[in-house]
Protein backbone atom coordinates (compact mmCIF):
# COMPACT_ATOMS: atom_id res chain seq x y z
CA UNK A 1 0.00 0.00 0.00
CA UNK A 2 0.63 3.58 -0.78
CA UNK A 3 0.83 4.89 3.04
CA UNK A 4 1.03 8.29 4.07
CA UNK A 5 2.23 8.93 7.80
CA UNK A 6 1.01 12.38 8.98
CA UNK A 7 3.75 13.38 12.25
CA UNK A 8 7.27 12.71 12.81
CA UNK A 9 6.85 12.35 16.48
CA UNK A 10 8.54 9.00 18.07
CA UNK A 11 4.52 7.23 17.64
CA UNK A 12 4.25 8.02 14.03
CA UNK A 13 8.15 7.06 12.79
CA UNK A 14 7.68 3.85 14.92
CA UNK A 15 4.77 3.24 12.66
CA UNK A 16 6.23 4.33 9.66
CA UNK A 17 9.81 2.20 10.45
CA UNK A 18 7.11 -0.95 10.67
CA UNK A 19 5.31 -0.32 7.46
CA UNK A 20 8.48 0.30 5.30
CA UNK A 21 9.72 -2.78 6.90
CA UNK A 22 6.24 -4.66 5.72
CA UNK A 23 7.39 -3.70 2.13
CA UNK A 24 4.36 -0.77 2.44
CA UNK A 25 5.60 2.36 -0.12
CA UNK A 26 5.65 5.24 3.22
CA UNK A 27 5.83 8.85 3.27
CA UNK A 28 6.08 10.72 6.12
CA UNK A 29 4.88 14.04 6.43
CA UNK A 30 6.01 16.70 9.37
CA UNK A 31 7.30 20.43 8.81
CA UNK A 32 9.24 20.26 11.79
CA UNK A 33 10.18 16.15 12.49
CA UNK A 34 10.69 15.29 16.29
CA UNK A 35 10.19 18.76 18.04
CA UNK A 36 6.90 18.25 19.56
CA UNK A 37 5.96 15.98 22.92
CA UNK A 38 8.92 13.27 21.99
CA UNK A 39 11.51 16.21 21.72
CA UNK A 40 10.87 16.96 25.85
CA UNK A 41 9.36 13.76 26.44
CA UNK A 42 11.76 12.11 29.88
CA UNK A 43 11.95 8.32 27.84
CA UNK A 44 10.85 6.43 31.13
CA UNK A 45 9.55 3.10 29.88
CA UNK A 46 8.05 2.68 32.95
CA UNK A 47 4.60 0.56 33.20
CA UNK A 48 4.55 -0.45 36.60
CA UNK A 49 5.75 3.13 37.89
CA UNK A 50 3.38 4.57 35.90
CA UNK A 51 0.61 2.10 36.95
CA UNK A 52 -2.40 3.56 39.33
CA UNK A 53 -5.59 2.67 39.89
CA UNK A 54 -8.31 2.12 37.55
CA UNK A 55 -5.81 2.08 34.98
CA UNK A 56 -5.82 -1.72 34.32
CA UNK A 57 -5.53 -1.95 30.31
CA UNK A 58 -2.89 0.97 30.33
CA UNK A 59 -0.32 -1.19 32.56
CA UNK A 60 -1.18 -4.27 30.34
CA UNK A 61 -0.25 -2.63 27.46
CA UNK A 62 2.46 -0.52 29.14
CA UNK A 63 4.15 -4.36 30.05
CA UNK A 64 3.73 -5.87 26.43
CA UNK A 65 5.72 -2.74 25.01
CA UNK A 66 8.57 -2.54 27.84
CA UNK A 67 8.93 -6.16 26.95
CA UNK A 68 9.41 -5.26 23.27
CA UNK A 69 11.90 -2.48 24.29
CA UNK A 70 15.58 -4.49 24.36
CA UNK A 71 15.19 -5.72 20.79
CA UNK A 72 14.04 -2.61 19.38
CA UNK A 73 16.23 -0.62 21.45
CA UNK A 74 19.40 -2.71 19.67
CA UNK A 75 18.29 -2.61 16.31
CA UNK A 76 18.08 1.52 16.25
CA UNK A 77 21.21 1.40 17.98
CA UNK A 78 20.15 2.96 20.96
CA UNK A 79 21.28 2.66 25.01
CA UNK A 80 18.63 2.19 27.11
CA UNK A 81 19.30 2.94 31.32
CA UNK A 82 19.17 -0.35 32.30
CA UNK A 83 19.67 0.66 36.31
CA UNK A 84 16.36 0.78 37.46
CA UNK A 85 13.96 3.26 39.07
CA UNK A 86 13.45 4.24 42.46
CA UNK A 87 9.62 5.41 43.86
CA UNK A 88 10.24 7.15 46.67
CA UNK A 89 8.31 9.62 49.19
CA UNK A 90 9.55 12.22 51.28
CA UNK A 91 7.59 12.63 54.60
CA UNK A 92 5.24 10.00 55.90
CA UNK A 93 2.14 11.43 53.82
CA UNK A 94 4.43 10.92 51.02
CA UNK A 95 5.55 7.30 52.46
CA UNK A 96 1.60 6.54 52.12
CA UNK A 97 1.58 7.13 48.14
CA UNK A 98 4.62 4.99 47.93
CA UNK A 99 2.46 2.37 50.14
CA UNK A 100 -0.63 2.82 47.50
CA UNK A 101 1.77 1.88 44.54
CA UNK A 102 2.71 -1.11 46.03
CA UNK A 103 -0.56 -1.88 46.64
CA UNK A 104 -1.60 -1.66 42.99
CA UNK A 105 1.55 -3.68 41.77
CA UNK A 106 0.78 -6.26 44.31
CA UNK A 107 -2.63 -6.57 42.74
CA UNK A 108 -1.89 -7.18 39.35
CA UNK A 109 0.55 -9.33 40.42
CA UNK A 110 3.83 -7.22 40.50
CA UNK A 111 4.94 -7.83 44.29
CA UNK A 112 7.44 -5.43 45.66
CA UNK A 113 9.33 -4.82 48.90
CA UNK A 114 8.85 -1.22 50.90
CA UNK A 115 12.64 -0.27 51.82
CA UNK A 116 13.19 1.83 54.45
CA UNK A 117 15.38 5.12 54.49
CA UNK A 118 18.72 3.04 55.10
CA UNK A 119 17.75 0.64 52.51
CA UNK A 120 16.88 3.54 49.80
CA UNK A 121 20.36 5.28 50.72
CA UNK A 122 22.25 2.19 50.04
CA UNK A 123 20.31 1.93 46.79
CA UNK A 124 21.31 5.54 46.02
CA UNK A 125 23.25 7.35 48.57
CA UNK A 126 23.11 10.80 46.89
CA UNK A 127 19.40 10.87 47.64
CA UNK A 128 17.69 13.16 50.40
CA UNK A 129 15.62 12.09 53.73
CA UNK A 130 13.05 9.57 52.64
CA UNK A 131 9.89 7.65 54.72
CA UNK A 132 9.71 4.76 52.29
CA UNK A 133 10.83 3.78 48.58
CA UNK A 134 10.49 0.82 46.26
CA UNK A 135 12.61 -0.36 43.27
CA UNK A 136 11.46 -1.21 40.03
CA UNK A 137 12.83 -2.72 37.18
CA UNK A 138 11.65 0.10 34.41
CA UNK A 139 14.06 1.25 32.42
CA UNK A 140 14.39 4.57 30.57
CA UNK A 141 15.66 5.77 26.65
CA UNK A 142 16.75 9.36 24.86
CA UNK A 143 13.62 9.71 23.05
CA UNK A 144 15.36 12.51 21.25
CA UNK A 145 17.91 9.62 20.03
CA UNK A 146 15.20 7.06 19.17
CA UNK A 147 13.74 9.98 17.10
CA UNK A 148 16.92 10.61 15.56
CA UNK A 149 17.66 6.82 14.62
CA UNK A 150 14.10 6.46 12.76
CA UNK A 151 14.49 9.45 10.93
CA UNK A 152 17.77 8.41 9.70
CA UNK A 153 16.13 4.77 8.71
CA UNK A 154 13.19 6.82 7.17
CA UNK A 155 15.73 9.26 4.81
CA UNK A 156 14.10 10.71 2.00
CA UNK A 157 10.91 9.29 3.22
CA UNK A 158 10.08 12.43 5.17
CA UNK A 159 8.41 15.43 3.89
CA UNK A 160 7.51 18.70 5.36
CA UNK A 161 3.94 18.75 2.87
CA UNK A 162 1.81 15.77 1.52
CA UNK A 163 2.62 14.35 -2.08
CA UNK A 164 0.51 14.78 -4.78
CA UNK A 165 -0.22 11.33 -5.32
CA UNK A 166 -3.23 10.10 -3.16
CA UNK A 167 -2.33 7.31 -0.41
CA UNK A 168 -4.26 4.08 -0.22
CA UNK A 169 -4.15 4.91 3.40
CA UNK A 170 -3.35 7.69 5.72
CA UNK A 171 -2.11 7.51 9.57
CA UNK A 172 -2.75 10.22 11.84
CA UNK A 173 -0.14 10.56 13.93
CA UNK A 174 -0.13 14.35 15.56
CA UNK A 175 0.09 13.80 18.89
CA UNK A 176 -2.21 16.41 20.64
CA UNK A 177 -3.09 18.59 17.38
CA UNK A 178 -5.69 16.03 15.28
CA UNK A 179 -7.23 17.03 12.42
CA UNK A 180 -11.03 17.42 11.83
CA UNK A 181 -12.85 15.55 12.46
CA UNK A 182 -10.67 13.49 15.13
CA UNK A 183 -9.92 16.93 16.90
CA UNK A 184 -11.87 16.63 19.98
CA UNK A 185 -10.62 12.70 20.46
CA UNK A 186 -7.49 14.37 22.03
CA UNK A 187 -7.02 17.61 24.18
CA UNK A 188 -3.60 18.45 25.79
CA UNK A 189 -2.27 18.40 28.70
CA UNK A 190 0.91 20.58 29.52
CA UNK A 191 4.04 18.82 30.90
CA UNK A 192 6.79 21.16 31.60
CA UNK A 193 10.24 19.72 32.23
CA UNK A 194 13.93 21.10 33.65
CA UNK A 195 16.90 19.44 32.08
CA UNK A 196 19.62 20.05 34.21
CA UNK A 197 23.30 19.01 34.09
CA UNK A 198 25.30 17.72 37.20
CA UNK A 199 28.39 16.01 38.27
CA UNK A 200 26.72 13.70 40.38
CA UNK A 201 23.50 12.22 38.75
CA UNK A 202 21.26 9.30 40.30
CA UNK A 203 22.26 6.10 39.41
CA UNK A 204 18.44 4.80 39.25
CA UNK A 205 15.82 7.06 37.55
CA UNK A 206 13.83 8.46 40.73
CA UNK A 207 10.60 8.90 41.02
CA UNK A 208 8.88 10.72 44.10
CA UNK A 209 6.36 12.89 46.06
CA UNK A 210 7.70 15.92 48.01
CA UNK A 211 5.29 17.40 50.57
CA UNK A 212 2.36 15.97 48.17
CA UNK A 213 4.17 17.36 44.86
CA UNK A 214 5.17 14.52 42.50
CA UNK A 215 8.44 14.82 40.57
CA UNK A 216 10.23 12.40 38.61
CA UNK A 217 14.66 13.01 37.54
CA UNK A 218 15.67 10.50 34.53
CA UNK A 219 19.24 10.42 33.85
CA UNK A 220 20.97 10.67 30.78
CA UNK A 221 24.59 8.78 29.98
CA UNK A 222 26.78 12.15 29.83
CA UNK A 223 25.25 13.77 33.35
CA UNK A 224 21.78 15.64 32.02
CA UNK A 225 18.56 14.66 34.64
CA UNK A 226 15.41 15.38 32.64
CA UNK A 227 13.07 16.40 35.50
CA UNK A 228 9.28 16.52 35.13
CA UNK A 229 6.78 17.11 34.83
CA UNK A 230 4.04 18.96 35.50
CA UNK A 231 0.88 18.17 34.64
CA UNK A 232 -1.47 20.56 33.35
CA UNK A 233 -5.33 21.35 31.79
CA UNK A 234 -5.01 24.35 29.62
CA UNK A 235 -5.72 26.29 26.56
CA UNK A 236 -3.25 28.09 25.64
CA UNK A 237 0.15 26.90 23.36
CA UNK A 238 2.11 25.08 25.58
CA UNK A 239 4.92 27.21 27.56
CA UNK A 240 7.16 26.75 30.37
CA UNK A 241 6.13 28.89 33.23
CA UNK A 242 7.52 30.30 36.26
CA UNK A 243 5.57 28.30 38.66
CA UNK A 244 6.00 25.10 37.02
CA UNK A 245 9.59 25.42 36.97
CA UNK A 246 9.59 25.50 40.61
CA UNK A 247 7.32 22.84 41.09
CA UNK A 248 9.72 20.64 40.11
CA UNK A 249 12.72 22.02 41.14
CA UNK A 250 11.59 22.75 44.48
CA UNK A 251 11.04 18.85 45.38
CA UNK A 252 14.32 17.53 42.76
CA UNK A 253 16.76 19.23 45.10
CA UNK A 254 14.81 18.07 48.60
CA UNK A 255 14.95 14.18 46.70
CA UNK A 256 18.78 14.91 45.50
CA UNK A 257 20.10 17.59 47.66
CA UNK A 258 23.18 17.99 44.91
CA UNK A 259 21.34 19.33 42.38
CA UNK A 260 21.61 22.69 43.74
CA UNK A 261 24.80 23.10 41.96
CA UNK A 262 23.12 21.88 38.81
CA UNK A 263 23.66 23.35 35.75
CA UNK A 264 20.01 24.77 34.53
CA UNK A 265 20.54 23.62 30.47
CA UNK A 266 16.32 24.30 29.53
CA UNK A 267 12.98 24.82 30.97
CA UNK A 268 10.67 23.29 28.21
CA UNK A 269 7.25 22.40 27.99
CA UNK A 270 4.54 20.68 25.20
CA UNK A 271 1.52 18.96 25.86
CA UNK A 272 0.59 15.23 26.18
CA UNK A 273 -2.07 14.00 23.91
CA UNK A 274 -4.99 12.56 26.27
CA UNK A 275 -7.83 10.63 25.59
CA UNK A 276 -10.93 10.76 27.54
CA UNK A 277 -10.19 7.04 29.00
CA UNK A 278 -6.40 7.66 28.88
CA UNK A 279 -5.66 4.93 26.58
CA UNK A 280 -4.14 5.57 22.85
CA UNK A 281 -6.47 5.30 19.59
CA UNK A 282 -4.70 2.59 17.64
CA UNK A 283 -6.90 1.82 14.29
CA UNK A 284 -9.09 2.20 11.98
CA UNK A 285 -11.76 4.95 11.74
CA UNK A 286 -14.96 5.49 10.38
CA UNK A 287 -13.02 7.11 6.96
CA UNK A 288 -12.10 3.77 5.36
CA UNK A 289 -8.76 5.72 4.10
CA UNK A 290 -7.79 7.25 7.74
CA UNK A 291 -6.11 4.87 10.55
CA UNK A 292 -4.85 6.69 14.01
CA UNK A 293 -1.90 6.36 15.97
CA UNK A 294 -2.20 9.19 18.69
CA UNK A 295 -3.57 9.56 22.47
CA UNK A 296 -0.50 8.54 24.03
CA UNK A 297 -0.66 10.83 26.84
CA UNK A 298 1.41 9.97 29.59
CA UNK A 299 2.96 7.27 27.58
CA UNK A 300 3.93 8.03 23.60
CA UNK A 301 7.40 6.28 24.07
CA UNK A 302 6.54 3.23 26.18
CA UNK A 303 4.06 2.54 23.79
CA UNK A 304 5.71 3.65 20.67
CA UNK A 305 7.29 0.09 19.57
CA UNK A 306 3.72 -1.71 20.36
CA UNK A 307 1.98 0.97 18.73
CA UNK A 308 3.65 0.55 15.34
CA UNK A 309 3.01 -3.44 15.34
CA UNK A 310 -0.79 -2.71 16.58
CA UNK A 311 -1.14 -0.07 13.86
CA UNK A 312 0.44 -1.99 11.16
CA UNK A 313 -1.81 -5.15 11.61
CA UNK A 314 -4.97 -2.76 11.66
CA UNK A 315 -3.65 -1.19 8.54
CA UNK A 316 -3.41 -4.80 7.37
CA UNK A 317 -6.52 -6.16 7.98
CA UNK A 318 -6.11 -7.52 11.53
CA UNK A 319 -9.34 -6.87 13.50
CA UNK A 320 -7.94 -4.36 16.22
CA UNK A 321 -7.40 -4.38 20.21
CA UNK A 322 -10.76 -3.31 21.06
CA UNK A 323 -8.72 -0.67 24.30
CA UNK A 324 -7.24 1.04 21.83
CA UNK A 325 -9.40 0.93 19.10
CA UNK A 326 -10.48 4.46 17.89
CA UNK A 327 -14.29 3.85 17.07
CA UNK A 328 -14.87 2.99 20.96
CA UNK A 329 -14.99 6.73 20.67
CA UNK A 330 -16.54 7.46 17.37
CA UNK A 331 -20.40 7.38 15.60
CA UNK A 332 -21.07 8.66 12.35
CA UNK A 333 -21.72 11.96 13.60
CA UNK A 334 -17.87 11.95 15.15
CA UNK A 335 -18.57 13.43 18.74
CA UNK A 336 -15.96 16.05 19.47
CA UNK A 337 -17.26 17.39 22.67
CA UNK A 338 -14.15 16.99 24.46
CA UNK A 339 -11.93 19.75 22.26
CA UNK A 340 -9.76 22.18 23.62
CA UNK A 341 -7.73 23.27 20.56
CA UNK A 342 -6.31 21.61 17.48
CA UNK A 343 -5.53 22.34 14.14
CA UNK A 344 -5.35 20.59 10.73
CA UNK A 345 -2.46 18.92 9.86
CA UNK A 346 0.20 19.55 7.17
N1 LIG B 1 5.48 9.85 30.99
C1 LIG B 1 5.72 10.84 31.94
C2 LIG B 1 4.97 12.07 31.75
O1 LIG B 1 4.09 12.16 30.91
O2 LIG B 1 5.22 13.01 32.46
Not at 58 to 81: I, Q
Not at 150 to 174: E, I, K
Request: charged fraction near 20%; charge should be negative.
Amino acid sequence: MRVHVLGAGIVGLACADELLARGHDVTVVDPAPGSGASAVAAGMLSPAGEAWFGEADVLGLGLASAALWPAYAAGLGVTLHEHGTLVVGYDAGDGQDVERHAEVLARHGIPVDLLGHAEVRGLEPGIGRTSRGIRLDDRAVDPRAVVASLLARLRGRVRDRLPAARPDATVVATGALLPEPWTGLVRGVRGEVVRLRTTVPPRHVVRGWVAGEPVYLVPRADGEVVVGATVEEHDEPPAATAGGVLRLLRPARVLLPALDRAEVLACEARDRPATRDHLPLVGPTDDPRTWLAAGHFRHGVLLAPLTARLLADALEGAAPDPAVDPRRFLTANHPTTTTTGGMPCA
